[in-house]
């Protein structure tokens, strides 16, 4: 009787807290849910449109993840950054235009740094070479997960209108993650990672700070605020708290531990009703149906990379025509071109890094299959 009398003290004090607290009008929606069941335990305009931010790459992650479960990528492949993708801004991890990347690394970039120019690095390689399809991808495969009021236009989150999402939806993506990557979900506890020679610290800080906290991700913008998905495991229960729009750092991370109390607390109590919603997860993840082939990337011959000359396969008026002749290329030397547009709006087919001797046979056999290019230093 005592421990139940605690647990309903503790609850009611989670309540006051989050009602009278300083931080308590300091964001636009909240939401509270267990992991496993998508039973609500608390929300404040969970179904609110809001500015996503880089929440956003949570669903990134979740076809990234789909082309690693089926074997489109692997975890030791390598992928292209494009101009593109070097020009996004502002939170990157600074790959020059034409460098390589690793899918392993580029998930740890986006999971752990929020880099915005490794999730179009991922966008680009997973659908068509353009980040536009990759993020229709995103909205038709959100839809049918269930996200009801979600619209996405980019990989990161970065400012756009039209690019909007829910507390309830993005709390529903992150459990398909969960339920459908499971093998993968280890990426959103990492608490800090290295890469060139430099560390990178998880925004999230419940991961150093809340009791079993296993996930997951941050967010801002200046039209977004503070956002953050945050999940911890206590006395058998998993649950996801989702806090959008608070006025700072401390504040969100403030209310998610004040939600996650709160939820803790209310399954501990036995003697609280739940909300009657659920966020339900579409069973099995609902991607194949839109798989493109493997993306473009250099797994089997990195060694080439040793030099600095270059070699152009030609400049085409269009992107098509550019990945066409870049599949050519992969086919007939083995060598992964990367696509850049010039400032007359051309788009180069180009290896760079390239030893002297490599760059020579690469061409020779271009030539040979009637692939006009020229080496350049």
Not at 288 to 300: D, G, H, L, M
């Amino acid at each position: 009787m005592i421990r139940i009398m605690k647990r309903v003290l503790a609850f009611f004090l989670s309540l006051f807290v989050l009602f009278n607290g300083s931080y308590a009008k300091d964001y636009k929606a909240v939401l509270v849910a267990d992991i496993d069941s998508g039973r609500v335990l608390y929300q404040e305009n969970a179904n609110q449109l809001n500015y996503p931010a880089s929440l956003t790459k949570i669903m990134t992650l979740y076809l990234t993840f789909d082309a690693l479960e089926h074997k489109r990528l692997h975890l030791d492949d390598y992928l292209i950054v494009s101009n593109y993708a070097a020009n996004a801004q502002p939170v990157k991890l600074g790959l020059p235009a034409g460098s390589k990347i690793t899918v392993e690394d580029a998930i740890k970039a986006v999971a752990v740094h929020s880099a915005n120019d490794v999730a179009r690095v991922l966008a680009e390689n997973l659908q068509g070479g353009k980040e536009g399809n990759f993020a229709n991808l995103m909205t038709r495969v959100a839809n049918e997960i269930g996200l009801q009021n979600t619209n996405f236009e980019n990989s990161s989150g970065l400012p756009n209108d039209d690019h909007m999402s829910t507390a309830r939806d993005i709390a529903l993506i992150s459990m398909a993650v969960y339920k459908h990557f499971p093998q993968y979900w280890k990426y959103f506890g990492i608490k800090s990672w290295t890469y060139n020679g430099k560390t990178y610290t998880n925004g999230n800080r419940l991961l150093t700070s809340f009791p079993g906290c296993d996930g997951m991700k941050t967010g801002f913008t200046n039209k977004s605020k503070y956002s953050l998905v945050a999940t911890a495991k206590q006395n058998n229960h998993h649950l996801i708290a989702v806090v959008l729009g608070a006025e700072n750092k401390d504040v969100r991370a403030d209310v998610a531990t004040k939600m996650l109390n709160l939820g803790f607390n209310k399954l501990g109590s036995n003697n609280f009703s739940v909300e009657k919603t659920t966020v339900p997860v579409a069973p099995t993840n609902p991607v194949a149906k839109y798989a493109t082939p493997s993306p473009v990337q250099n797994r089997e011959q990195p060694q080439y990379f040793n030099g600095n000359i270059g070699i152009q396969f030609g400049a085409f008026s269009s992107y098509e025509a550019a990945a066409n002749q870049a599949k050519k290329v992969k086919s007939v030397t083995g060598l992964v071109a990367d696509i850049q547009q010039n400032e007359s709006g051309l788009y180069r087919v180009r290896v760079n890094g390239l030893s002297e001797t490599s760059a020579q046979n690469a061409k020779n056999s271009a030539v040979a299959n009637g692939i006009d290019c020229y080496i350049f230093h």
